[in-house]
T-cell receptor
């Protein structure tokens, strides 16, 4: 398996523009998580899905952020309009819920977002 | 959610054993303890997970005392490549309502 795939790897945009980050989870995984990482705030959970349904979006900073999971193999995180303070690394992660004792999150390589 | 407390940073030398302790006084009965490792410019990577006593894999050992209010990640004979941030997480993995929250982590620096 190729692992969790995120695109783009880097994104540079100007304030006010719409930004869409993409994630393909590991096939068969039923949980998908979006995190944001900055030096100041560390790794923050934004939202997570179970079987394509958003379970908790309390970490989404504000209405400018939205996330969707139209099917089991694809999710997007959209920022509209973007602001300089949104600059961060955005990670997507997936996991499989099961009775196995070694459940773990698998992270993608992240998207480095810079909003100028 | 059980809150975790770890040292902000640690230094050690190649070939040494490194022990990183995490406090989780409010751990719940159904909570597991999981450790992740993060290298610069990469996402965190699962290292080890346990519920009680001791767990060992090819990378590390995890020691959990009977009261489960703390845990210790042990890295044997570290090398420069073990320089990373290590996160301790506590949570109920089998609940659909279970968030997976990362704390500040411990920044481990290994010197030659």
């Amino acid at each position: 398996d190729a692992g969790v795939i995120q695109s783009p790897r880097h994104e540079v945009t100007e304030m006010g523009q719409e930004v869409t980050l993409r994630c393909k989870p590991i096939s068969g995984h039923d949980y998908l998580f979006w995190y944001r990482q900055t030096m100041m705030r560390g790794l923050e959970l934004l939202i997570y899905f179970n079987n394509n349904v958003p379970i908790d979006d309390s970490g989404m900073p504000e209405d400018r952020f939205s996330a969707k999971m139209p099917n089991a193999s694809f999710s997007t995180l959209k920022i509209q309009p973007s602001e300089p303070r949104d600059s961060a690394v955005y990670f997507c992660a997936s996991r499989l819920s099961s009775s196995a004792t070694n459940e773990k999150l698998f992270f993608g390589s992240g998207t480095q977002l810079s909003v100028l | 959610l059980a809150k975790t407390t770890q040292p902000i940073s640690m230094d050690s030398y190649e070939g040494q054993e490194v022990n990183i302790t995490c406090s989780h006084n409010n751990i719940a009965t159904n909570d597991y303890i999981t450790w992740y490792q993060q290298f610069p410019s990469q996402g965190p990577r699962f290292i080890i997970q346990g519920y009680k006593t001791k767990v060992t894999n090819e990378v590390a050992s995890l020691f959990i005392p009977a009261d489960r209010k703390s845990s210790t990640l042990s890295l044997p004979r570290v090398s420069l490549s073990d320089t990373a941030v290590y996160y301790c997480l506590v949570g109920d993995l089998y609940s659909s309502a279970s968030k997976i929250i990362f704390g500040s982590g411990t920044r481990l620096s290994i010197r030659p």
